[in-house]
């Protein structure tokens, strides 16, 4: 799985690079292959990489608990 992030990365990269390319040389047209390439990275590559990071861990370790906050121990002050 981290070889397809890393190769949409790299297309996303390339689809941005290439749009700035176009952009300096011609004209407007460059403007396409940015928006292309952030579309990619914001609707694609962003939900795979942040699926891949979280597939395994707890998410309620990262959670607030409200129930801790009454608990603490607060005899010092």
């Known amino acids: 799985m981290k070889y397809v992030i890393r ?6 990269l390339a ?19 940015v928006g292309i390439g952030v579309l990619i990275s914001a609707l694609v590559l962003m939900p795979i990489f942040l699926w891949h990071r979280y597939k395994n861990k707890n998410l309620e370790d990262y959670r607030f608990k409200f129930d801790n906050k009454n608990t603490e121990n607060t005899e010092n002050q």
């Open 15 to 33: 689809f941005i690079g290439y749009g700035f390319y176009i952009k300096n040389s011609t004209g407007a047209a460059g403007d396409k292959w």
């Open 7 to 12: 190769i949409l990365f790299f297309i996303v």
